[in-house]
Each structure stands twice: as structure tokens, then as C-alpha cells.
């Protein structure tokens, strides 16, 4: 079974701009949670989509936001690019929500805001 | 919300020797804890997890304890070799309060440093 893919892997862009990033779940999976990754601050989490729902939210600004495909596929889109959004955004899928299953990281898109 | 705190930021081990590295959760009805291992330039990857009906799970050189009562959890290495050098996270999950979905909250995690 193939893991959790996420597209691109890099990415460089400038402050201002907007950004869309992609991830496909575990083949079966329906939930889709997305985290920023910084130095020293850990894994910050951004958002769960479940059925093409937005189910929970992290504490980021609303120049964040995402959505869920039908076939649970998930973007994440970053307007008014900062220099403070460069960072390792992750997703991670799981069978369902509302109970707690293993979750399934991708390898992550590296953005670089310049 | 829930709150995971996790220390310490950096620990630096000799080969052979142990680690230890704690956390400790706000919510009381947290009721699952994974461990997560994270390679340099890699993703996270679960190593070991608890429920919180159980005090200690062992998996080979890797242990894991909890103590409900003091909301704190730690995860225990022993005789570590190179290969254990990463990043640790500890997480909590919530369930389903009503007020508020499920999730994983993740501590700041741990860079384990193994010197030969």
C-alpha cells in the first residue's frame, strides 16, 4: 500500500505571494490533518479534514486554509506569503476521526518565503 | 485545549548508555500516547504508542510509562546505538468532547544526540 504522498516537495516563493500544496492520504484513509513544522517549535497543528469537512482548527491566522476532495485528497493553500510561513508543512492521514488510529506522515513540502 | 510539554530539548548520550526523555499532558480525558521518531531530513514515523489502561509497554531497547494520575508519560531507551540520533515527539490525544473535536497534540520534541 502506498503511504502519504505530498506534492511538491520544494518549494520557493516571496513574500505577498500565494501558495497551494497537495496531499494524497493512504489509499482507504478519510482523514487528512495538516502541521507546521518550525525549529524549536515543534509540530503546530493546522488543520483535520474528514469527509470533505473541515472537523478541527489550529491557532493560525486565516491566511491558512485548506479543503478535501472526494476522494479525500487535500490542498492547503498560504495567501499574503510571510517570511515567518517558511517552514516543513506535513500531512497526516488516518482511517477515520472521532477515535484514535495510527497516523501516517508524508514526507513534507519544505517552503522557502524569500 | 490540551497542553503536552515535553523535556528536555536536547539530550546527548553516550553510546550504550540510556535515555530518558518526559512529558507531561493537561487534558485528564487523554486516553492515547504515541511516541514519534523523526530522522534528520525525513518524516515522522510512530515508534511506540500506550492506551491509558495500561502503566508500561516495552518494545525491545524501547519503553514507554505513563502516570495518569500525574499526567505524565516518559519514553525510555536503552543500550542506544548511532541509529537512535533523531528527533523525538511526544503527543496526547483528546477524544471527542462535545465541545470540540479529537486530536493529537504534539510536545516540541526532543533532539537525542547519541556520541560515539
Known amino acids: 500500500k502506498a503511504g502519504v504522498t505530498q506534492t511538491p516537495r520544494y518549494l520557493i516563493k516571496t513574500r505577498g505571494q500565494q501558495v497551494t500544496l497537495s496531499c494524497s492520504p493512504i489509499?482507504?484513509?478519510?482523514?487528512v490533518s495538516w502541521y507546521q513544522q518550525t525549529p524549536g517549535q515543534g509540530l503546530q497543528f493546522l488543520f483535520e479534514?474528514?469527509?470533505?469537512?473541515?472537523?478541527n482548527k489550529g491557532n493560525f491566522p486565516g491566511r491558512f486554509s485548506g479543503r478535501q476532495f472526494s476522494n479525500s485528497r487535500s490542498e492547503m493553500n498560504v495567501s499574503t506569503l510571510e517570511l515567518g510561513d517558511s517552514a516543513l508543512y506535513l500531512c497526516?492521514?488516518?482511517?477515520?476521526?472521532?477515535?484514535?488510529?495510527?497516523?501516517?506522515f508524508g514526507p513534507g513540502t519544505r517552503l522557502t518565503v524569500l | 485545549g490540551e497542553n503536552v510539554e515535553q523535556h528536555p530539548s536536547t539530550l546527548s548520550v553516550q553510546e550504550g548508555d540510556s535515555a530518558v526523555i518526559k512529558c507531561t499532558y493537561s487534558?485528564?480525558?487523554?486516553?492515547?500516547f504515541p511516541w514519534y521518531k523523526q530522522e534528520l531530513g525525513k518524516r515522522p514515523q510512530l515508534i511506540i504508542d500506550?492506551?491509558?489502561?495500561?502503566g508500561e509497554k516495552k518494545d525491545q531497547r524501547i519503553a514507554v510509562t505513563l502516570n495518569k494520575t500525574a499526567k505524565h508519560f516518559s519514553l525510555h531507551i536503552t543500550e542506544t546505538q548511532p541509529e537512535d540520533s533523531a528527533v523525538y515527539f511526544c503527543?496526547?490525544?483528546?477524544?471527542?468532547?462535545?465541545?470540540?473535536?479529537?486530536?493529537?497534540?504534539f510536545g516540541k520534541g526532543t533532539h537525542l544526540i547519541i556520541q560515539p
Open positions: 500506550i492506551r491509558s489502561n495500561v
Open positions: 487534558d485528564s480525558a487523554s486516553n492515547y
Open positions: 503527543a496526547a490525544f483528546s477524544p471527542f468532547s462535545g465541545g470540540g473535536a479529537d486530536g493529537l497534540t
Open positions: 489509499s482507504g484513509h478519510r482523514s
Open positions: 497526516a492521514s488516518r482511517i477515520l476521526a472521532g477515535s484514535y488510529n495510527e497516523q501516517f
Open positions: 479534514y474528514f469527509s470533505e469537512t473541515q472537523r
